[in-house]
């Protein structure tokens, strides 16, 4: 099984029944962008808590099939579950962008453990709204120099991000 079926499955088991097989036909028939709205809408209809880790996954996964940008709010209203030691990643809130001309880089995840972010990259457009879509994702830490990372590697930044970092050397992943 790859990494994203086993993810989809994953998220699969939030759901009632009837909504979970749905969900599975939405990929099975090449419908993920369906099948990610339809996620996150049982998930706030059912009041679903999620960890803070499965809501930054189902993020990347939604930015990977384009629409973080539609489910980004409804995403963010989705019920936590309390549990901070759940794992590792969370979204970050009312992140602001630092702009590197024509660049404006917004910080999207981070691990809950060091000071290690995620930032989605973009253009800003002739109009002065940013692209909707990231162009690259940017890795930093205080201590480490800059990573990027190209649209097809996104994967790659998270598993990067989660990598083990210098303070808690000791612990398999962050």
Same mark, same amino acid.
């Given at each position: 099984?790859?990494?994203?079926?086993?993810?989809?499955?994953?998220?699969?088991?939030?759901?009632?029944?009837?909504?979970?097989?749905?969900?599975?036909?939405? /990929?099975?028939?090449? =419908?993920?962008?369906?099948?990610? &709205?339809?996620?996150?809408?049982?998930?706030? =209809?059912?009041?679903?808590?999620?960890?803070?880790?499965?809501?930054?996954?189902?993020?990347?996964?939604?930015?990977?099939? #384009?629409?973080?940008?539609?489910?980004?709010?409804?995403?963010?209203?989705?019920? #936590?579950?309390?549990?901070?030691?759940?794992?590792?990643?969370?979204?970050?809130?009312?992140?602001?962008?630092?702009?590197? &001309?024509?660049?404006?880089?917004?910080?999207?995840?981070?691990?809950?453990?060091?000071?290690?972010?995620?930032? /989605?990259?973009?253009?800003?457009?002739?109009?002065?709204?940013?692209?909707?879509?990231?162009? /690259?994702?940017?890795?930093?830490?205080?201590?480490?120099?800059?990573?990027?990372?190209? /649209?097809?590697?996104?994967?790659?930044?998270?598993?990067?991000?989660?990598?083990?970092?210098?303070?808690?050397?000791?612990?398999?992943?962050?």
């Amino acid at each position: 099984m790859t990494d994203e079926a086993a993810r989809w499955d994953r998220y699969a088991t939030l759901l009632p029944p009837a909504e979970a097989q749905e969900f599975r036909d939405c /990929r099975q028939i090449g =419908e993920q962008e369906a099948g990610l &709205d339809l996620l996150v809408a049982t998930l706030l =209809e059912h009041r679903v808590p999620i960890s803070d880790t499965t809501r930054a996954e189902i993020a990347v996964t939604a930015e990977e099939w #384009g629409v973080w940008a539609t489910l980004a709010p409804a995403l963010g209203r989705c019920v #936590g579950d309390g549990d901070p030691g759940d794992g590792s990643l969370k979204l970050v809130e009312r992140a602001v962008g630092v702009t590197a &001309d024509p660049f404006v880089v917004v910080p999207w995840l981070a691990c809950t453990r060091c000071d290690r972010t995620l930032a /989605r990259m973009h253009h800003r457009e002739s109009w002065g709204d940013l692209s909707l879509a990231a162009s /690259r994702y940017v890795l930093s830490d205080r201590d480490e120099p800059v990573r990027l990372f190209e /649209r097809e590697a996104l994967w790659d930044a998270v598993t990067e991000l989660r990598s083990p970092c210098g303070r808690f050397a000791r612990e398999p992943r962050c």
